[in-house]
């Protein structure tokens, strides 16, 4: 489920403002506000449920032709997934873009080479969505690979 909230436009400046700031999207930073709090088998939870219905709005996006939205979402999707592992894995609260890249890393060791290629179409994703040149095409290829990428984490997690 996903709720539209209207946020007064100097709090929403504010809330894009620290979100650039850590390199996140406006989504994932209030993720991140929100989940504060949880432990991590909550926090897994909840990093895992907003992935996947991330990256339904990012194919709803898409259809509709937004491929900066779509591109916002699918990066957005990628880094909780990642998160959901963090936590899942040894209570890890991630909590910037370096240390993403670091977990990159475990999970290429934990799951595979491919997986590297899925984050890097996600960070081109992550650039896409500020710069605005990627194609329809290669917003279709990155939302595929990462689907991949998010459905095989999230089925890591309820596997143990």
């Given at each position: ?106 999970l ?14 996600a ?6 969505f ?9 917003v ?21």
């Open positions: 489920m996903s709720v539209d909230i209207r946020i007064p436009k100097g709090v929403a400046e504010e809330l894009r403002r620290k979100a650039d700031d850590l390199g996140l999207s406006i989504v994932e930073y209030i993720i991140e506000i929100a989940l504060q709090g949880l432990d991590p088998s909550n926090r897994t939870k909840k990093y895992a449920e907003s992935a996947l219905e991330l990256l339904k709005h990012a194919k709803e996006e898409l259809k509709k032709g937004n491929l900066g939205k779509a591109s916002e979402k699918i990066w957005s999707a990628t880094a909780l997934a990642i998160k959901a592992y963090a936590s899942w894995r040894e209570g890890k609260r991630i909590t910037s873009h370096s240390e993403l890249w670091e977990y990159e890393r475990i290429t060791k934990d799951i595979g080479d491919w997986v590297d290629d899925s984050w890097r179409h960070v081109t994703m992550h650039v896409n500020y710069e605005g040149w990627a194609s329809r095409e290669h279709e290829r990155s939302l595929e690979k990462v689907e991949k990428l998010v459905i095989t984490i999230i089925k890591r997690i309820e596997q143990r």
